[in-house]
């Protein structure tokens, strides 16, 4: 009885020892599954594109305050749920002193005035430049302003709360500065013309002079001969008219000089341009930096210039969030540092559509440039003041008499150094983003990796455990026997 009692328990043990041992590697290899499956899923979300940076929208910097700080603020960031990194810098410091400015007297003789105690705000003062200017070639603006450390010339259509950056001036002689307008490279047109003047207390805009912008040009005159030509005559072209602009009385390729065509791109075909006497083979036929189809949609004549009739006022459309993109028509192709005789100056360059005005956006800025594409549609633009390293983004566009832009080109962005500028591929941003800046999900899926393999591990030691119990059993067992 004894004997088989033994027997019994033997037995029983064993399948216990057995159960165990099997349920702790059945216990290890689940843990292992799972282990598998959560490093997938690391995987795939480690390799999901991360969030995009922000690009910043800033204030100008205030006055230089008491405490001999100067303070900005963020104005917007974009785009929507975008990841924020290197934040911008929102105060530094500065000297907290009174400045002095130039002013004219009443004979005209200009002589320097000391500003209010605690003032800051500089003037400055055209010297040539009256109201009403009809500039119509190069000219030299000149003006005096005291204790300015740079002056920056800004062009802004007399409708648009749009300011277009024109250049540096330079200082010819202590507190008088020139900057040199080339008329030929802005569109036809209406603007104001101001100064921003720069010193130790921050950025201040300085009075607005309209002026007006006329070039003649062979376009236009070509336009205005074919308009005398063309009379009322709808849907049909004269053979004079096709010598003219198509170097041929008589049309051979039809989707170039055919009547439906549109070679210049402007969304006007032939036969309406030489209804209108619109120059076919010129997108913006009075070269005021609308295209042609745009004015006519708009109400306004292709073949004069806009000099500040129109009451309503233009918005500023950001091209982040406007315009319809056409990547094979408008292109920035390139971003690089070259060498200038004051230092190392970014250039852009890029296609368009050919002799028409072009709006370059430098992001995070903004700063707002134009530039004429030429006849093969090149377009280059060496930027002469300085922007801050770091990621930035550009854009060329196209806008409507209304303000609003049209067409645009895909975003390109780029890293600017002090050595260097260099565009970043998408992937390569993302890659980038990713090594300097972990996002989340990427935090988040690496602890569920580390977890795994904590439990995988865990699993393997209770199946190793359960393994050499096993053994001992049965050498208790073998004892017992």
């Given at each position: ?56 929208r800033l204030s100008s910097w205030s006055a230089c305050k008491s405490s001999g700080k100067q303070v900005r603020t963020i104005i917007a960031k974009t785009p929507e749920g975008c990841f924020e990194s290197d934040l911008p810098k929102l105060e530094r410091s500065c000297d907290y002193t009174a400045t002095s400015n130039l002013t004219t007297d009443a004979n005209g003789s200009t002589g320097a005035q000391v500003a209010p105690k605690g003032s800051a705000t500089p003037v400055f003062n055209f010297l040539n430049l009256s109201a009403g200017t009809i500039i119509s070639s190069e000219i030299k603006i000149q003006g005096t302003v005291a204790g300015a450390s740079s002056v920056e010339f800004y062009l802004a259509p007399i409708e648009s709360d749009i300011s277009k950056y024109l250049g540096l001036a330079k200082s ?310």
């Amino acid at each position: 009885m004894m004997k088989k009692t033994k027997k019994v328990i033997k037995k029983t043990l064993r399948r216990l020892h057995n159960h165990y041992f099997m349920g702790a590697i059945f216990l290890g290899f689940l843990t292992m599954g799972f282990s598998m499956a959560v490093i997938k899923n690391s995987i795939t979300v480690s390799a999901a594109s991360p969030k995009v940076a922000c690009s910043y929208r800033l204030s100008s910097w205030s006055a230089c305050k008491s405490s001999g700080k100067q303070v900005r603020t963020i104005i917007a960031k974009t785009p929507e749920g975008c990841f924020e990194s290197d934040l911008p810098k929102l105060e530094r410091s500065c000297d907290y002193t009174a400045t002095s400015n130039l002013t004219t007297d009443a004979n005209g003789s200009t002589g320097a005035q000391v500003a209010p105690k605690g003032s800051a705000t500089p003037v400055f003062n055209f010297l040539n430049l009256s109201a009403g200017t009809i500039i119509s070639s190069e000219i030299k603006i000149q003006g005096t302003v005291a204790g300015a450390s740079s002056v920056e010339f800004y062009l802004a259509p007399i409708e648009s709360d749009i300011s277009k950056y024109l250049g540096l001036a330079k200082s010819i002689q202590p507190g008088t500065w020139e900057y040199i307008l080339d008329s030929k490279s802005q569109p036809n047109g209406s603007f104001y013309i101001y100064a921003k003047i720069k010193n130790s207390y921050g950025a201040y805009d300085g009075e607005k002079r309209m002026v007006i912008i006329l070039n003649n040009n062979e376009e236009m005159q070509n336009a205005t001969d074919g308009l005398a030509e063309a009379g009322n005559v709808s849907n049909r072209m004269s053979s004079q008219w096709q010598e003219k602009y198509f170097k041929s009385a008589n049309c051979v390729d039809e989707s170039i000089c055919g009547g439906e065509a549109d070679p210049d791109k402007d969304g006007v075909t032939n036969n309406e341009e030489y209804r209108l006497g619109i120059n076919p083979t010129s997108s913006d036929t009075d070269q005021d930096g609308f295209l042609d189809g745009d004015e006519i949609k708009n109400g306004f004549n292709p073949l004069k210039p806009s000099i500040g009739e129109k009451s309503d006022r233009m918005v500023f459309e950001s091209p982040k969030e406007k315009g319809e993109i056409k990547k094979d028509e408008y292109k920035v192709e390139s971003v690089e540092l070259v060498d200038k005789k004051d230092g190392k100056k970014l250039k852009l360059a890029g296609k368009a559509l050919p002799n028409t005005y072009i709006t370059i956006y430098i992001y995070s800025d903004p700063i707002v440039l134009t530039v004429k594409t030429d006849a093969q549609g090149n377009w280059s633009y060496i930027l002469d003041k300085d922007i801050e390293d770091g990621n930035h983004q550009v854009y060329v566009a196209v806008t409507d008499n209304t303000g609003k832009i049209t067409v645009k080109s895909e975003p390109i962005a780029f890293v600017k150094t002090a050595q260097a500028a260099d565009i970043v591929m998408p992937a390569e941003a993302s890659a980038q983003e990713r090594a300097v800046s972990p996002t989340k999900s990427w935090l988040n899926s690496r602890l569920f990796l580390f977890v795994a393999l904590g439990l995988c591990a865990l699993a393997l030691a209770v199946a190793i455990l359960g393994l050499i119990r096993r053994n001992l059993n049965k050498k208790e067992e073998n004892n017992l026997v």
